[in-house]
């Protein structure tokens, strides 16, 4: 007996004159960061300079960190220091989504934190409503939206799924109700959740907490790599290419690139998500699909895209592929790749065929961190000086300020509800090293792409690494 073939798969249906035609001017630069408003980069560093606290790292975490730490004693001198510039890498390519979830969804919640889950849930909605209040407060416009999120079954076995995953605070939809919200012929079934889920301009949140942190005194450097970092017993001491740093305490906050303690150097990896912008809807493209209002929308595959609209109506389509380079390797020819552009075009044609001959104005990709618990840790090292924060898994834009919060108390030697978290206690499995982890990604990213032409049931591979202790997704 035949299997029916998925809905998404890795073989291209759509005419390659049609996805050519579509891609063809496409521009490599993310979409949310090819914006005038773009803010200058503030100076290098270079010299000798002394600090209370020292982050690393200007990404979402880095500057949620040095907010916080400002807010809470204004007194604190704080510096941030940035490689390249602020937000530019995944904190300035993602999806906007942000999620009130600290655990990558409750069944990874219960898989690794069963524990910790009542706290961790109050933890989150906390977390979610301080995020909204701290833009408000700030004065920081990044287009945020409360708009909920749907999760879509474009396979018989997620309908199911969908049903008794709804829950409170969710509503199940089948194929007819959901054509209500939106249409696709690929369509089968949706659940809908109204809180702990909202959207962003994913860069205007990055220049905005940078002004923010500026504001209160922060001194930010910009392109200024560190290098190496080092105990002086009642400092650290970094290095950077134009001189040293030396601080009471300092943040790691650099995520997926190679950590400056070699004890974390395999315990994320970096894995390259890719990303299509169309050019705005007319009304009339919007009344085909009927999707009015401002929710994200996801399928329920293991290997999942993830969409939504921007505020010119433009949809955002990335997902599915999750790419890593052998060695680890970090480059930005990586942002581009022709074949996962055309599979992802293919996809949303086949999702939207309504909007005919739509064109795609930007394709872009970068690099999320990837845990082997799904979701982030924290730690100290180096006496209780250095506090640090990995492995957010492509569900960061949230969860980075609540790290913020789990390192400065760290730092201070606090007894918290944070401290006390499994996640800021215990460290993720480690991912194994090269040679090995290559030929094993390739080998589960297989297996998952069975498993979702298999109703979702895992192979042999998966469970197998499931008892392990590891956990996959795309």
């Not at 004065?139 to 939206?145: L, N, P, R, T, V």
Request: glycine share 10%.
């Amino acid at each position: 007996m035949q299997t029916a073939r998925a809905a998404y798969d890795h073989d291209i249906r759509t005419d390659e004159r049609r996805i050519r035609a579509a891609l063809a001017d496409a521009s490599p630069t993310p979409f949310w960061l090819d914006d005038p408003g773009r803010p200058a980069a503030q100076p290098a560093h270079t010299g000798r300079t002394e600090t209370d606290l020292l982050i690393i790292g200007g990404g979402y975490c880095g500057l949620w960190t040095a907010l916080q730490a400002k807010e809470a004693d204004p007194a604190r001198d704080v510096v941030l220091v940035e490689g390249a510039e602020v937000g530019w890498a995944a904190s300035g390519r993602n999806g906007g989504f942000v999620e009130a979830s600290l655990t990558h969804g409750p069944e990874n919640g219960h898989r690794y934190f069963a524990g910790d889950l009542d706290v961790l849930d109050a933890l989150a909605e906390e977390n979610f409503r301080d995020f909204h209040a701290s833009l408000l407060r700030h004065g920081i416009d990044a287009e945020y939206q409360q708009g909920g999120g749907l999760a879509v079954a474009t396979e018989p076995h997620q309908v199911a799924q969908l049903r008794a995953a709804a829950g409170p605070g969710g509503t199940f939809h089948d194929r007819d109700e959901l054509a209500t919200l939106v249409r696709s012929p690929l369509y089968r079934a949706g659940l809908f959740r109204q809180d702990g889920i909202a959207l962003v301009h994913p860069a205007k949140l990055a220049w905005g907490l940078k002004a923010a942190c500026l504001r209160l005194g922060v001194r930010i450097f910009e392109h200024t790599a560190v290098s190496r970092i080092t105990d002086e017993g009642t400092a650290v001491r970094a290095r950077t290419f134009g001189g040293t740093i030396r601080a009471r305490q300092a943040v790691l906050a650099t995520n997926g690139f190679p950590s400056l303690l070699k004890r974390n150097r395999l315990l994320t990896l970096p894995v390259y998500d890719y990303v299509l912008m169309t050019e705005p809807l007319t009304a009339a493209q919007l009344d085909e699909i009927g999707w009015r209002e401002p929710f994200g929308i996801s399928d329920s595959s293991r290997q999942f895209h993830y969409y939504r609209k921007s505020a010119d109506n433009r949809i955002l389509w990335g997902g599915y592929d999750a790419v890593y380079h052998r060695g680890g390797a970090i480059s930005p020819e990586y942002d581009q790749r022709p074949e996962t552009f055309a599979r992802l075009a293919d996809h949303f044609l086949r999702t939207f065929p309504q909007l005919g001959d739509i064109r795609f104005t930007h394709a872009w990709g970068g690099m999320i961190d990837m845990s082997t618990q799904l979701a982030a840790f924290q730690g100290v090292a180096m006496g209780g000086k250095v506090a640090y924060s990995s492995g957010f898994t492509g569900l960061g834009v949230a969860a980075t300020r609540f790290a913020g919060t789990v390192m400065l108390d760290l730092l201070a030697g606090a007894d918290t509800a944070r401290t006390r978290l499994r996640m800021a206690r215990k460290r993720p499995l480690p991912i194994p090293p090269e040679p090995f982890v290559y030929p094993a990604v390739q080998m589960v990213r297989h297996a998952i792409a069975r498993a979702d032409r298999n109703g979702g049931r895992d192979g042999l591979l998966l469970k197998a690494a499931n008892l392990v202790g590891y956990s996959f997704d795309s």
